[in-house]
């Protein structure tokens, strides 16, 4: 992969270098590939690790929660967090237990949030976010009241310091274990869209990006 130097001595990957990207193309990639990441931080008591949704606006990347919860006020509060993302595209069966692998794509990010204040900004990002979901569903839901609004955290982390680690392909097998006869390869893994279930009490003929989300 095309790497450049990593951005600070937390993200240099040291474990199989050979599959590290420091380039921000890379990094957007999989952020833009994912709905879910996981945010991890200290609050003094403890170290936690949350799942939440996620999407990218530029080089930041976006999350939302309850003014009242303790994610938003720890992530606002200045706390330094890691968010990771991880796609596993599939099991490498080797000729020997050692050498298995997993193909897959992940990013790990850090630094700290901060709150969007400008109200402007907060729709539109929630419209994005909304967008990354369902293409053309946000002209056609209710937007967000001012009281619901008023309830809800926007915040974003620059995507400045982080990394992404990569494997595809193959077994990659000793020498001297070519012989065995074992099968070997890999089993791929593929997250798919499934058939939509409406709602029973809907009676909204399904937009395009219902019936062609399964295709």
Partial sequence: MNTRSA????????????????????????????????????????????????????DYLY??????????????????????????????LARSAFNHAMNYRSAMIYGCFERVTDEADKHQALALFMEKLAPGRQTQVRPGSIKEMAATTVMRIALDEAAVKIRTGGPVDDAEDMDIPAWAGVLPLVLTPATPVADEYCRVEAPDYVRNWAR
């Fill in 7 to 58: 951005p600070s001595d937390r993200t240099r990957i040291r474990r199989l270098a050979e599959l590290a990207s420091y380039e921000q193309a890379s990094l957007h990639a999989v952020i833009d590939a994912a709905h879910l990441c996981h945010i991890a931080f200290d609050d003094g008591k403890g170290t936690h690790c949350i799942p939440t949704a996620c999407w990218r606006q530029d």
């Fill in 63 to 92: 999350i939302h929660g309850s003014n009242g919860g303790r994610l938003t006020r720890l992530l606002t509060s200045g706390v330094q967090a890691c968010i990771t993302i991880t796609h596993l595209d599939g099991l490498v």
